[in-house]
């Protein structure tokens, strides 16, 4: 399996966390646990994940 340098190995994986986390960002917003040291915890998260998701998009359609 041939990746670019730069690109992770794993981006399938980067995806699901992506996925997970605006998941779970939705869910407890409509919550009563939502607090802003746990929305700003889930963006921690969520940030990474979406400059690495537009960079294997970017990738992609640089490929096709």
């Given amino acids: 399996m041939l990746t670019a340098p730069g690109l992770p190995k794993f981006r399938l994986v ?8 605006l998941s779970l960002k939705e ?5 009563k646990f939502q ?5 700003s915890s889930l963006n921690m998260g969520i940030g990474p994940l979406l400059v ?4 294997i998009l970017v990738y992609k ?3 096709i």
């Fill in 14 to 21: 980067a995806v699901i966390g992506l996925i997970f986390f």
């Fill in 27 to 31: 869910i407890l917003s409509a919550s």
């Fill in 35 to 39: 607090g802003k040291a746990l929305e």
């Fill in 52 to 55: 690495s998701f537009i960079a």
């Fill in 61 to 63: 359609i640089a490929v």
